[in-house]
């Protein structure tokens, strides 16, 4: 049924009058005459409208029919309305994923300035490694992700955020712990706690050609998880300057040389509402302002 012959024949109903009814409608009078000629075909050829004279009227089955189409018409007008108003108050879900490490420090604080600023933002963040969190975006699982790589493929979209300098957590009795700094070879031999699976290899790369292998003690998937076991005297890990935090028996100490870059990742012409588009462009304005600042 079209819903523009129901909204034409509503009118006419009520004017009963072609001329000032198509005037109402903004369209000819042919046109109106047509549209009725087929809801009234559509109807298996019910007559909803006799003439009387020049003018026209209802017939007893066009009364019966004007009451249920002006009630349908009023249902729908009020559907919309309702629509309408819930999109502007409802709720509106980022869905970002992040490298483990990440969330602390200025991430986690403009995700609390965004939610402050806007009381339909939320937020539903994913912490896992890069490859797991490309993986979501491909899925559209995800609206976005930090990641600390890139790939080529063409259906993602990287753009640089800023560089992190890295630093060795070091339980507090540990030889190097009050060192200025260290060198990836000094650890290349420490038993370690790993986070990230891009992570799991690093001691080795940044040592190529250090003699002894490298003793991956525990593997677990966030930063925090990781200074717990350092600080409970597992074994040294590496973590970001973002996930340095104030505890008694952990030492950092900074990694001479070693640095990392962060990615934004986003689905190649994938249509994000408004406000989550905003926030995209406003973390990444935000951190390579900082990148700039810091060299």
């Known amino acids: 049924m079209n819903y523009n012959y129901l909204r034409y024949f509503s009118v006419l109903a009520q004017v009963e009058h072609y001329t000032l009814a198509a005037a109402r409608l903004g369209i000819s009078q042919p046109s109106l005459s047509s549209a009725i000629h087929h809801l009234e075909t559509e109807l298996g050829g019910v007559r909803l409208f006799e003439k009387v004279g020049r003018n026209i009227r209802l017939t007893e089955e066009g009364r019966y029919y004007q009451e249920k189409v002006d009630a349908a018409l009023q249902a729908l007008n009020t559907a919309a309305v309702t629509l309408r108003d819930s999109k502007v108050s409802a709720p509106v879900v980022i869905r970002m994923g992040v490298i483990s490490g990440t969330l602390e420090g200025t991430v986690a604080r403009e995700v609390a300035n965004y939610i402050r600023q806007n009381e ?32 080529r493929d063409r259906s993602l979209h990287f753009r640089k955020l800023c560089q992190r300098n890295f630093l060795a957590a070091l339980p507090a009795g540990h030889a190097l712990a009050d060192s200025e700094f260290v060198l990836p070879q000094q650890l290349s031999g420490e038993p370690q706690v790993v986070f990230n699976t891009n992570q799991e290899n690093s001691f080795g790369q940044w040592a190529s050609g250090t003699p002894g292998e490298e003793r991956i003690l525990c593997t677990v998937n966030t930063a925090k998880a990781a200074l717990d076991l350092v600080e409970a005297g597992v074994g040294v890990s590496v973590v970001s300057e973002d996930c340095v935090q104030d505890r008694d028996g952990i030492r950092f100490v900074p990694i001479r040389n070693w640095h990392q870059a962060l990615y934004m990742c986003i689905l190649y012409d994938k249509w994000l509402e408004p406000p989550v588009w905003g926030f995209v462009e406003r973390l990444v304005k935000l951190l390579r302002s900082m990148y700039h600042e810091n060299g």
Do not use: P
């Not at 490859?131 to 890139?150: F, G």
């Open 120 to 151: 339909r933002i939320r937020f539903y963040i994913t912490e896992s490694s890069a490859e797991a969190l490309m993986d979501l975006v491909r899925q559209e699982k995800l609206d976005m992700a930090i990641v600390d790589t890139t790939n």
